[in-house]
C-alpha cells in the first residue's frame, strides 16, 4: 500500500513548484520588456491630438496670426506684431486657472461643429486697443485691477468682431464655419464651456506692440475639434491648400475679366522747340524719329507693354502685337514728363 502524503508536504510541494513557476514567468516577463521602451503616460493630461494634428493646427492658425497682425495694425493705428507663442493640450481647468481675474474673455459657438470656444485678450492687451481708440499711446493701463466699463466694452466688440471674422477667414481653408453668439465675461469662474477635465486644445498668440504686450488666447475643448480631427492631417490639409490656392486664382482671373483698361498706340514721336510749336499752323509737316519699318508701341494704361505694327482690319485701323516690352526696358520708350508722372525718372 503506498505511503499518503500529509497535507504539510502537499504545501510544500506546491510551493516549491509555484516559486520555480514564478521565478520563469518573472524572467521571461524581464527579458520581454528589457527590449521594448518604456512610455510614461500622464492621465491627468491624457494627449487625445496627435502631433501631426497639432502641426496642422498650428500650420492653420499661422495664417490667423499674420491677419490678426494686420487686423490690430488697423485698429491701433501703429505697427503690431502677432506671432504663435506656443499650441498645447490641457484640462479645461488649468485654462480657467491660466487666466486673470478680472478677465477680457469671449465664449461664442462655431458652426457647424456645433461646439462652443473660448478667446481670451489679456488685460495689457485690452487696456492697449482701448487706449489707443480715445487718442493714446496705448501705454497707459489702469493702476489696479477692474472689470472693463461699459465704454470699454464697446471698444473691446469691435475688435473681438474683427478677430471673429479673421477666425472664420482662417478655417475656410479647411472647412466654412460661421461664429455666433459671442459673449463677454469678465470672471473665468462663469466660463462653463466644458466639464473641469476635460481636455482642450490651447492656441496662445503672442501680440506686441510699440508700448503694451501680452497673450491672445484660443481655446477649443476637444469635443469642438473632434468632427474635424480626421481632416486634421498633414496630406488633408496640403491638397486644400493647393485646391484653395487654385480656386483663388480662378477667382482673381474671372475679376481681371470685369476690368477694363485703357490702351493706347503710340506711331512715333519727336522733340522740337518751343519756339516751333508757337510757330505750328494747319497743314505743317512734322519728322517724327521712327522710320517707316520702326514697330508702334502699345501703352497699357500709362506703361509701354508691348510692340506692334500697324495695319488695317475690315475697315478699321488695328495692330498686330510682335513683341512683348519687359519692365527694365519701358523707360525707353517714354517721353520725360511720362517718367516723372509714373516715378521712373
Not at 478655417?171 to 459673449?183: F, G, M, P, R, T
Request: proline share 6%; glycine share 4%.
Amino acid at each position: 500500500m503506498p505511503d499518503i502524503l500529509s497535507q504539510d508536504e502537499i504545501d510544500a510541494l506546491l510551493s516549491a513548484t509555484g516559486s520555480d513557476d514564478d521565478e520563469s514567468v518573472s524572467t521571461g516577463e524581464v527579458r520581454a520588456t528589457s527590449n521594448r521602451p518604456i512610455i510614461t503616460y500622464d492621465f491627468k493630461h491624457p494627449s487625445r491630438v496627435s502631433k501631426d494634428q497639432t502641426r496642422t493646427l498650428e500650420n492653420l492658425h499661422s495664417n490667423l496670426a499674420r491677419m490678426m497682425a494686420s487686423s490690430f495694425s488697423t485698429m491701433q493705428r501703429s505697427v503690431v506684431d502677432c506671432d504663435i507663442a506656443f499650441v498645447d493640450q490641457t484640462t479645461y481647468a488649468e485654462f480657467i486657472m491660466s487666466l486673470s481675474n478680472p478677465s477680457c474673455s469671449y465664449t461664442f459657438t462655431i458652426e457647424p461643429l456645433g461646439g462652443p470656444a473660448v478667446i481670451d485678450f489679456s488685460m495689457p492687451v485690452a487696456y492697449s486697443f482701448i487706449d489707443r481708440q480715445f487718442g493714446g499711446t496705448g501705454g497707459n493701463p489702469p493702476s489696479e485691477s477692474r472689470p472693463l466699463t461699459a465704454i470699454e466694452r464697446t471698444v473691446m466688440t469691435k475688435v473681438v468682431t474683427r478677430t471673429l471674422a479673421d477666425l472664420e477667414a482662417t478655417w475656410e481653408a479647411l472647412l466654412k464655419i460661421q461664429v455666433s453668439d459671442a459673449e463677454l465675461e469678465t470672471n473665468p469662474e462663469f466660463m462653463q464651456v466644458a466639464a473641469p477635465s476635460d481636455t482642450v486644445v490651447l492656441i496662445a498668440f503672442e501680440v506686441n506692440s510699440q508700448h503694451a504686450s501680452g497673450l491672445v488666447n484660443l481655446c477649443y475643448p476637444y469635443f469642438t475639434l473632434e468632427p474635424v480631427m480626421a481632416y486634421l492631417n498633414v496630406q488633408t490639409w496640403a491638397s486644400r491648400e493647393r485646391g484653395r490656392r487654385e480656386s483663388q486664382q480662378e477667382e482673381r482671373l474671372t475679376q481681371l475679366d470685369r476690368i477694363f483698361a485703357p490702351v493706347k498706340v503710340q506711331l512715333g514721336k519727336t522733340a522740337i522747340p518751343l519756339g516751333t510749336v508757337l510757330q505750328l499752323e494747319e497743314g505743317d509737316v512734322l519728322k517724327l524719329d521712327p522710320t517707316l519699318n520702326d514697330d508702334a508701341v502699345v501703352f497699357v494704361g500709362d506703361r509701354p507693354k508691348y510692340l506692334a505694327r500697324p495695319g488695317l482690319q475690315g475697315k478699321r485701323r488695328a495692330v498686330q502685337l510682335t513683341d512683348r516690352i519687359v519692365k527694365a526696358d519701358e523707360s525707353r520708350y517714354m517721353t520725360e514728363v511720362e517718367k516723372t508722372e509714373t516715378g521712373e525718372l
